[in-house]
């Protein structure tokens, strides 16, 4: 029987990084995977993204710049969805979603569905959907990937705790298949 329960995240076996070490980490662990996939959990309404262009404009409350900013990276995508496809690489992102939509859940799913449109395999769900796994609070942020965890247009955001934990857990891949009982998960809490 499914689970809803939320795995347990265990702390003491956390390893905090900085910023630069986690982005550098997660950037190595991607351009490892092959013929694998990396999913992602999205929970948080609100983040402060550091480094888009098109996230400052909408912080700016210029939202025609910050669609057009978004539009304007088509090539990149392009190119990412061709590599992507030469390693046999998926990447699988689930946003929860709360009413009102806040402003940075409106400009996150404009950027959603061009990545979507390039190869990403995205779901929206409702937060009332996730509501029986959340007895003690929201879920976490979470990336796992099925070779190494990954992430492709995330990067840590400000005041939220990064580490890397190593708890034995089982992942599944894209192709069904399990990977070993131990496995690496980024964690943002």
């Known amino acids: ?48 993204e550091q480094g888009s262009p098109s996230r400052d404009a909408l912080r700016r409350g210029d939202w025609e710049e910050a669609l057009r900013l978004l539009a304007d990276r088509r090539d990149a995508l392009a190119a990412t969805a061709q590599e992507d496809e030469r390693r046999g690489y998926a990447f699988h992102r689930v946003r929860v979603v709360e009413k009102p939509l806040t402003p940075y859940v409106q400009w996150e799913l404009h950027s959603q569905r061009q990545c979507a449109e390039y190869g990403q395999r995205i779901r929206v769900v409702p937060a009332t959907q996730v509501a029986a ?37 089982v992942i599944l891949s894209s192709a069904g298949r399990t990977t070993s009982g131990r496995s690496t998960r980024w964690v943002k809490r």
């Open 133 to 169: 796994s959340e007895g003690t609070g929201p879920l976490p942020e979470v990336v796992v990937g099925a070779a190494a965890p990954s992430s492709k247009f995330c990067t840590p955001k400000r005041g939220l705790r990064m580490a890397r934990s190593a708890t034995p857990t």
């Open 1 to 48: 029987m499914l689970d809803l329960l939320a795995p347990a995240l265990t702390p003491e076996q956390d390893e905090r990084l900085t910023r630069p070490a986690y982005k550098q980490d997660f950037r190595e662990r991607e351009e490892a995977i092959r013929d694998g996939s990396s999913w992602k959990l999205e929970r948080r309404q609100c983040f402060e």
